[in-house]
């Protein structure tokens, strides 16, 4: 049987009391870890340590920063944002063990953390009232994804929503209970772990009662509003991901403004914007499909052209290693690629496309059908780069650059070389 607390004779005020977040307590060890920073333990806490899927409060000791709390078997670390090294002795005498010190938690992320956490709370108490599922994974960051044994489809977890929601307008209140492990016996209670003794249970009148070591909200009402952001199967369960409170408004600002932007660019009243949006994703496949046929269209005619070239250049004397120029001005790389490829299936000699315009300069590609010993792809680039100012290489089956060489220049280069 396990203990859903730890085991030490501090006083976790947040245990009792979420709204307290000033406090007076006394050190009892300071020491470093092995990063250099400071970590102070206090005889009583309202900070409360990471643990149940939930990260460690922050705050202040001092007046210095407190960036995360951890629990051990020793007690509560309070770890202190890294100081400056003028700072160091300071913090060495202010918080020495034995002194009294005040300290602030950040109330605002641990409220923000109160309304998520019990939404969770919320959520899966009336999951578990209705289908039977057990939270199997929790997890709690900047959202709440939690995990659910059992599969729920979207119109089942829109009901489960809506309940919470219609749970938070009632201002349900909400306790925190320590109950003995008599009393445990009697009690129905949500937990993960088999719990026997020294169990803190979170109540929620009328929808749940869970074993949690979190600070608690005092009443339903305080979590705002609840919404599922996403979900998906895990496991054979479902795997949720929601937010509440603050975090979930702060969300809604981010979904008004992007849709604010949407009803401008589609010039639609605001429940008309998906709708707008349908017939715009419609219009732009129709014109995604009719810019591929035309591409497929002077992709044929340049692999046409080329062909014809080669023709025209089997009736010539034999030379060194035959050799096509084409212009594709408007193409693409992979329609110039696409008519080479297609042409040195039937040709050995190199095949070379250029697009681009005598003023901006053109970029090329050259390829064949199997590397030449006699005649070198990486010779050719190279004889580019000096007469037709030109960047590039690759291998000896396809080379690929650019030239600031005009397209007369280029020409009478493939004719001459």
């Given at each position: ?269 605001r429940e008309h914007t998906a709708l707008f949006a349908s ?8 014109m995604h499909e009719e810019i591929l046929n035309l591409k ?109 060489a005009k397209e007369d220049k280029i020409r009478r280069f493939?004719?001459?070389?």
């Amino acid at each position: 049987m396990k203990n859903e607390r730890s085991e030490n004779n501090i006083e976790r005020i947040y245990e009792t009391d979420a709204y307290r977040t000033s406090f007076r307590a006394t050190v009892t060890d300071l020491r470093r870890d092995k990063s250099g920073k400071f970590l102070v333990q206090l005889d009583r806490t309202a900070f409360f340590p990471e643990g149940g899927g939930q990260g460690g409060d922050r705050g202040s000791i001092e007046g210095f920063a407190v960036e995360d709390t951890q629990k051990t078997e020793e007690g509560i670390l309070h770890i202190l944002a890294p100081v400056a090294v003028h700072l160091e002795e300071k913090v060495k005498e202010v918080l020495a063990p034995g002194r009294e010190v005040g300290a602030e938690v950040d109330f605002a992320l641990r409220f923000r953390r109160m309304q998520n956490h019990i939404a969770e709370h919320l959520f899966c108490g009336i999951a578990n009232a209705k289908y039977g599922y057990d939270n199997v994974g929790f997890h709690l960051t900047d959202v709440v994804t939690f995990d659910l044994s059992g599969p729920l489809d979207a119109e089942q977890i829109a009901e489960i929503e809506t309940a919470c929601n219609e749970a938070v307008w009632k201002n349900a209140p909400i306790s925190v209970l320590f109950p003995t492990s008599e009393e445990l016996k009697d009690l129905e209670f949500r937990s993960k772990l088999e719990l026997s003794e020294g169990v803190r249970l979170v109540k929620i009148e009328g929808y749940d009662l869970c074993a949690c070591c979190a600070p608690a909200l005092h009443s339903t009402g305080e979590i705002g509003v609840i919404k599922v952001i996403d979900f998906m199967p895990h496991r054979g369960g479902t795997r949720i991901t929601l937010l509440a409170g603050r975090s979930a408004w702060e969300d809604y600002l981010l979904i008004d403004s992007q849709m604010r932007d949407l009803m401008k660019l589609f010039s639609a009243g605001r429940e008309h914007t998906a709708l707008f949006a349908s017939e715009y994703a419609n219009k732009t496949n129709l014109m995604h499909e009719e810019i591929l046929n035309l591409k497929k269209q002077i992709t044929s005619a340049g692999v046409s052209e080329v062909k014809s070239i080669i023709r025209e250049k089997s009736r010539e004397p034999a030379g060194e290693m035959p050799k096509v120029c084409f212009f594709m001005k408007d193409a693409d790389e992979v329609m110039v690629r696409n008519v080479i490829n297609e042409c040195v299936k039937e040709y050995e000699g190199v095949i070379c496309g250029f697009r681009g315009n005598d003023r901006e300069g053109y970029r090329y590609v050259c390829g064949r059908k199997t590397a030449d010993e006699a005649y070198s792809l990486k010779d050719l680039a190279n004889k580019m780069k000096e007469n037709l100012g030109g960047r590039g290489g690759g291998s000896e089956v396809m080379i690929q650059g650019s030239v600031d060489a005009k397209e007369d220049k280029i020409r009478r280069f493939f004719d001459e070389d």
